[in-house]
């Protein structure tokens, strides 16, 4: 039997009362204080305020389409009905945004941290990033971290000057770590956010190190579990990788409604007035075991990774190396020069130092984390015609 948690009558009383007589606590960041490179470009006004410009830049981003054809966590599939990366953003802003106006936050700035937060991600999702970051690795022995790399997007490859407030919550939006509580560590500026992106292009261990700077931050990186959680364990049974005979009964349900509802109840009863973001320890252990449980029946399946490190491992480091060759040698006919340094010219942004004159394998990264599937798997085909390796996709009747 399904079960919907409800706020207490207390806190709903409070919060209902609190609105009534405009005594809400005032915890959302507040705007005049937002900080960004160029301080004397894009100022707020009336109709766009400092993080509906951020909003507007990353959904303008030419990357930002291409979380449509992503993986999220299930590849291989010619089906509409999985999710892709597209979805999971918006799902990560609607949840986040429901707990936010609850605890009077500041709604542009989450949906500013949810709508950028993947936009660095890899083709084939965390196997993709995995693959990418051990190639990088090993030519400059520097790491590649999606979310450092969402803010590598939006900060360099287009310098937008999106605030710091939004580029901290994309870095540090962890939703691999999970926290009985969150609370924000101020930031003094983009010395300290440079140097702590720098160090987590050197040791990847100082990424679970990140924590955001708002309290908007800190509901986005819970509701990035949030939204993945039981979203995956739909996805599973349609691809039937496991069903609900696989997964305990839990305090926070096992169905997706069941577990989006009831986590957001817990934390804005835990939350509402409070300078951090928190879930009870019943809550905060169901949340720890579901996810363990996803690890070992959805992530960790034997045949979804061995696919993936037959096929896309051995086709990106093919890719990588002709990419890179092709790059040092100059051969201005390739896609990485037509299809991307070309492109991302095309935005036309004041630059201190020309794009092309980056390092040559971050920008050999830079393009294979911009692609989609099928883009790497058309590329792939065009350099390498030849090549016995094949992905074989299921279809809706299969």
Same mark, same amino acid.
């Given at each position: 039997? =399904?079960?919907?948690?409800?706020?207490?009558?207390?806190?709903?009383?409070?919060?209902?009362?609190?609105?009534?007589?405009?005594?809400?606590?005032?915890?959302?960041?507040?705007?005049?204080?937002?900080?960004?490179?160029?301080?004397?470009?894009?100022?707020? $006004?009336?109709?766009?305020?400092?993080?509906?410009?951020?909003?507007?830049?990353?959904?303008?981003?030419?990357?930002?389409?291409?979380?449509?054809?992503?993986?999220?966590?299930?590849?291989?599939?010619?089906?509409?009905?999985?999710?892709?990366?597209?979805?999971?953003?918006?799902?990560?802003?609607?949840?986040?945004?429901?707990?936010?106006?609850?605890?009077?936050?500041? *709604?542009?700035?989450? #949906?500013?941290?949810?709508?950028?937060?993947?936009?660095?991600?890899?083709?084939?999702?965390?196997?993709?990033?995995?693959?990418?970051?051990?190639? =990088?690795?090993?030519?400059?022995?520097?790491?590649?971290?999606?979310?450092?790399?969402?803010?590598?997007?939006?900060?360099?490859?287009?310098?937008?000057?999106?605030?710091?407030?939004?580029?901290?919550?994309?870095?540090?939006?962890?939703?691999? *770590?999970?926290?009985?509580?969150?609370?924000?560590?101020?930031?003094?500026?983009?010395?300290?956010?440079?140097?702590?992106?720098?160090?987590?292009?050197?040791?990847?261990?100082?990424? /679970?190190?990140?924590?955001?700077?708002?309290?908007?931050?800190?509901?986005?990186?819970?509701?990035?579990?949030?939204?993945?959680?039981?979203?995956?364990?739909?996805? %599973?049974?349609?691809?039937?990788?496991?069903?609900? &005979?696989?997964?305990?009964?839990?305090?926070?349900? $096992? /169905?997706?409604?069941?577990?989006?509802?009831?986590?957001?109840?817990?934390?804005?009863? $835990?939350?509402?007035?409070?300078?951090?973001?928190?879930?009870?320890?019943?809550?905060?252990?169901?949340?720890?075991?579901?996810?363990?449980?996803?690890? #070992?029946?959805?992530?960790?399946?034997? %045949?979804?990774?061995?696919?993936?490190?037959?096929?896309?491992?051995?086709?990106?480091?093919?890719?990588?190396?002709?990419?890179?060759?092709?790059?040092?040698?100059? &051969?201005?006919?390739?896609?990485?020069?037509?299809?991307?340094?070309?492109?991302?010219?095309?935005?036309?942004?004041?630059?201190?130092?020309?794009?092309?004159?980056?390092?040559?394998?971050?920008?050999?990264?830079?393009?294979?984390?911009?692609?989609?599937?099928?883009?790497?798997?058309?590329?792939?085909?065009?350099?390498?015609?030849?090549?016995? =390796?094949?992905?074989?996709?299921?279809?809706?009747?299969?």
């Amino acid at each position: 039997m =399904l079960r919907y948690e409800k706020l207490s009558e207390e806190t709903d009383l409070r919060i209902r009362t609190d609105r009534e007589n405009k005594t809400q606590p005032q915890m959302g960041f507040d705007e005049e204080k937002v900080i960004r490179r160029d301080n004397g470009r894009d100022k707020a $006004n009336l109709i766009r305020t400092a993080f509906i410009r951020d909003i507007d830049k990353i959904m303008h981003c030419p990357y930002y389409s291409r979380y449509a054809d992503k993986t999220q966590v299930f590849s291989f599939y010619k089906n509409d009905d999985i999710t892709r990366r597209a979805l999971h953003v918006q799902l990560v802003s609607r949840i986040a945004r429901t707990i936010g106006r609850a605890l009077n936050l500041n *709604l542009d700035l989450i #949906e500013a941290i949810s709508l950028g937060h993947d936009i660095g991600h890899t083709p084939f999702g965390h196997a993709g990033e995995s693959f990418l970051d051990r190639l =990088l690795y090993s030519h400059t022995g520097r790491h590649f971290s999606h979310n450092i790399h969402s803010v590598r997007v939006l900060d360099r490859i287009f310098p937008y000057n999106i605030s710091i407030q939004t580029l901290n919550g994309i870095a540090a939006h962890d939703g691999e *770590l999970e926290l009985c509580e969150y609370t924000p560590r101020p930031l003094s500026g983009f010395e300290e956010f440079d140097s702590q992106i720098e160090a987590c292009y050197l040791d990847k261990a100082n990424v /679970r190190k990140l924590v955001p700077c708002t309290l908007e931050g800190c509901v986005m990186r819970i509701s990035d579990i949030i939204a993945y959680l039981g979203k995956d364990r739909q996805d %599973a049974e349609r691809t039937h990788i496991a069903d609900d &005979n696989n997964f305990a009964n839990s305090t926070i349900g $096992n /169905r997706n409604a069941e577990i989006i509802n009831n986590l957001i109840v817990n934390i804005i009863e $835990n939350s509402y007035g409070k300078p951090y973001i928190k879930l009870d320890s019943e809550h905060f252990e169901a949340l720890k075991k579901a996810k363990a449980e996803n690890y #070992e029946y959805i992530y960790k399946s034997p %045949a979804a990774k061995e696919a993936l490190e037959s096929t896309v491992k051995p086709m990106m480091r093919e890719m990588y190396k002709r990419l890179l060759d092709d790059l040092i040698m100059g &051969n201005k006919a390739s896609p990485i020069f037509t299809h991307h340094v070309g492109y991302v010219n095309k935005a036309h942004y004041t630059r201190t130092e020309p794009y092309e004159n980056t390092e040559p394998n971050q920008l050999v990264t830079d393009y294979i984390a911009s692609m989609t599937d099928d883009y790497f798997i058309d590329l792939y085909e065009h350099l390498f015609p030849d090549s016995n =390796l094949k992905i074989n996709y299921k279809g809706y009747f299969e």
